[in-house]
């Protein structure tokens, strides 16, 4: 297992050492009856960036956290505001639906959106392969940083982190919790395909640019390692009319998550919706709330 996240910390250039996460808050930005909010002013390897930090309005100590990994959708404007404000594809915002189950979260900027949409995906995507990087790995290595900032806060419990996100946020989620042991529960939604049958179906290309991480095929399947979780707590939330994540291609990668927790055990949940597409439903939002409160206690 772990020479498997080896490989795959190599594959995704997070080989080496990572910078430290340092936050400064800024502002609060929601004050209600079950979520404060706060605008944080992040700081990541010589860049400044946002984030937002939500926390459940009557806290008395250490609580379960959730990383969030925001979404994509072609809105760069959105970034992490997703998590107090909501985005087209989410049927909730999560960061304040967390909050109302006493569960804190966190979201960064990641880059290209929010307070970075400056530069362009494509223009980042190609200066990275160039340099024998990706973006993908980019934004893993803030996220692993950001696991480190909540296991490090002391408002959190730092054996209680969880990790959610949909589309772009799903599949940089699970690629994550299987890299960092220390994330106990994963929630996806809306991204979990083989991306060699997306290929063979000619639908890759619906994906963006920064998916593109050279030589992962020839380390590993998404199932592969969507199974490195096991025997950790996963929820899988997909639709069989989400284009991203045809059938013929989710199948793969579920059969693959599957093997995994049959082979090591744990708990697997899958949320399967035939007639929905590329959206968060509110029965696949409120059975990953479930998910997620029952495996962070």
């Not at 979201?107 to 995507?125: H, I, K, T, V």
């Not at 946020?169 to 979990?192: Q, S």
């Not at 082979?263 to 059975?287: D, F, P, Q, Y």
Request: proline share 5%; charged share 20%; net charge negative.
């Amino acid at each position: 297992m772990q020479q498997s996240r080896d490989t795959l910390r190599k594959a995704f250039g997070l080989d080496g050492a990572l910078p430290a996460l340092r936050a400064t808050a800024v502002a609060t930005v929601v004050n209600d009856a079950t979520c404060r909010a706060e605008a944080l002013d992040m700081r990541y390897g010589g860049e400044r960036f946002r984030a937002f930090w939500c926390l459940p309005s009557h806290i008395a100590g250490p609580t379960p956290s959730v990383l969030i990994i925001h979404a994509h959708g072609d809105r760069y404007d959105i970034g992490a505001a997703e998590v107090i404000e909501g985005r087209p594809a989410l049927f909730a915002p999560t960061g304040r639906a967390l909050a109302a189950r006493g569960i804190a979260s966190l979201c960064l900027d990641m880059p290209c959106f929010g307070s970075r949409a400056g530069q362009s995906e494509s223009a980042m995507s190609k200066a990275l392969l160039w340099e024998g990087r990706s973006l993908a790995g980019q934004m893993l290595a803030e996220n692993l940083a950001a696991v480190d900032w909540l296991a490090a806060h002391p408002l959190v419990q730092a054996d209680r982190i969880g990790v959610f996100g949909l589309s772009m946020g799903a599949t940089l989620g699970y690629w994550l919790a299987a890299l960092e042991p220390r994330v106990k529960a994963t929630a996806h939604e809306c991204c979990l395909a083989d991306f060699r049958t997306l290929i063979a179906l000619g639908q890759h290309d619906l994906h963006g640019i920064y998916l593109t991480v050279p030589g992962l095929l020839a380390q590993a399947s998404n199932g592969q390692i969507a199974g490195l979780i096991a025997p950790r707590a996963q929820f899988i939330g997909l639709g069989d009319q989400d284009p991203l994540t045809p059938p013929a291609a989710a199948d793969v990668a579920l059969n693959e998550v599957r093997a995994a927790y049959d082979a090591n055990g744990g708990r697997l949940v899958i949320h399967r919706e035939a007639a929905s597409g590329h959206v968060e439903t509110a029965a696949m939002h409120h059975a990953m709330l479930d998910f997620m409160a029952e495996a962070l206690g």
